[in-house]
C-alpha cells in the first residue's frame, strides 16, 4: 500500500515539473532580452561643397649649371689654389699645366743658347686654365703640383645664384601640369616658406618603370640660402569638383576596402551604408554615391556602432 502511494505523489511530481517553462513563457521560448539605453553620438548633416583633389610628388633641387674642369694634356699642375666655396668669374684664369717637355726644358734652360732659348720657350708653352662659367667651387680634385693626366678632373663648379627643382611626374597629371604655370614647393628640413616656382620644362620621354617624366622648375637664389640636393614636395591641384555632395572625414569607415558611413533614421536608429568615396581631404570626403543631401550622418563613435542601433544625437 505505501510501496503504491509513493509512486502516485512521485507520478504527480514528475507532470507538475514538464508543465513548468523556465521563462514563463506557455511556448517554452526564452523572453527577449531587454535593450541598454540608447548610445550618445554626434552627426552631420551630407552637405555640398567645392572639392579640389591635390597631388603631392618629392623632388630636389640640382644645379642648373656646372661644370667638372678636367685638364685637356697631361702634365703638371701649377699655380692652381682653389678651396671649396671660392667664387671664381667666367674666363677667370685658374692656374696652368705644364707639358711634360716644357718641364724638361726648364730644367735644362740654362744650358741651352740664348737665341735658341726664346724660341725653344715659345714652342713649348704652359697651358692656362680658364674658367667657363661664374660659381662656386664645389668640389676640388687635384692641387698645385699634382701630376695629372689628360681628361683627369681638377675642380667642381656650380652656379648658386639659379638653381632647377626636378621632381618626377606621373603621367596621369601630365595634363594638368601642362596647363599650370607654376607649382607650389615646400621644402623639407630647411624652414623656408614655400614659394610658388615657374614650370620650365617638362621631359618627353615616360620612365617606363615608373611610369613618370620629369618636371623641371626654376628656382632663384640670389642669395644662396637653397643648396644642391634639398629635397622638395611638389604640391599642385588635380580634379575639381564644384558643389559635390561630402560628408566629414570622421564619419567614414573603411573594412577591407569597402567604404561605408552611418546614417541616423528619423526614428533614431543607425543604417550602415555603403558608399563610393571620391576626392579624400583632410576634413570632408566626397561621396559619389550611397547619401543624399541633408541626411545626417554619424560622426562620433562610429566604430562603436551596429546596423539597426538606437543612437541618441548629442
Do not use: W
Not at 28 to 57: F, L, Q
Not at 60 to 67: F, G, I, P, S
Not at 204 to 216: D, E, F, I, L, S
Not at 272 to 283: H, S
Amino acid at each position: 500500500m505505501k510501496k503504491n502511494i509513493c509512486y502516485s505523489v512521485f507520478l504527480l511530481f514528475l507532470i507538475t515539473s514538464c508543465d513548468r517553462h523556465p521563462s514563463g513563457d506557455k511556448t517554452g521560448r526564452p523572453e527577449p532580452a531587454k535593450e541598454g539605453p540608447a548610445i550618445e553620438i554626434t552627426a552631420s548633416p551630407v552637405i555640398r561643397k567645392d572639392m579640389t583633389d591635390t597631388v603631392h610628388i618629392y623632388g630636389k633641387v640640382v644645379l642648373r649649371q656646372e661644370v667638372r674642369l678636367a685638364s685637356q694634356f697631361d702634365g703638371r699642375l701649377q699655380g692652381f689654389s682653389l678651396l671649396m666655396g671660392d667664387h671664381v668669374q667666367k674666363g677667370e684664369k685658374l692656374g696652368v699645366i705644364i707639358p711634360p717637355m716644357r718641364e724638361a726644358l726648364l730644367q735644362v734652360l740654362d744650358q741651352i743658347d740664348a737665341a735658341q732659348r726664346e724660341r725653344i720657350s715659345q714652342e713649348i708653352k704652359e697651358i692656362p686654365i680658364h674658367s667657363p662659367i661664374d660659381g662656386v667651387v664645389l668640389e676640388v680634385y687635384k692641387h698645385t703640383g699634382d701630376v695629372i693626366s689628360r681628361g683627369e678632373a681638377i675642380v667642381h663648379i656650380g652656379r648658386l645664384n639659379v638653381l632647377d627643382v626636378y621632381g618626377d611626374l606621373p603621367v596621369a597629371y601630365l595634363a594638368r601640369v601642362r596647363e599650370l604655370s607654376r607649382i607650389h614647393t615646400t621644402f623639407l628640413d630647411f624652414e623656408h616658406p614655400p614659394l610658388d616656382l615657374p614650370v620650365v620644362r617638362i621631359g618627353g620621354q615616360v620612365n617606363v618603370a615608373t611610369q613618370t617624366v620629369p618636371v623641371r622648375l626654376r628656382l632663384d637664389n640670389p642669395r644662396r640660402l637653397f643648396r644642391p640636393g634639398m629635397m622638395v614636395m611638389l604640391t599642385f591641384p588635380a580634379e575639381e569638383h564644384p558643389r559635390t555632395l561630402v560628408v566629414p572625414r570622421r564619419a567614414l569607415l573603411e573594412e577591407e576596402g569597402i567604404f561605408s558611413v552611418f546614417v541616423v533614421r528619423k526614428n533614431k536608429t543607425v543604417e550602415k551604408r555603403k558608399i563610393v568615396p571620391g576626392i579624400r581631404l583632410d576634413r570632408y570626403v566626397e561621396v559619389l554615391s550611397g547619401v543624399k543631401e541633408g541626411e545626417m550622418v554619424a560622426t562620433g563613435r562610429t566604430y562603436s556602432l551596429i546596423d539597426g542601433m538606437e543612437v541618441e544625437v548629442k
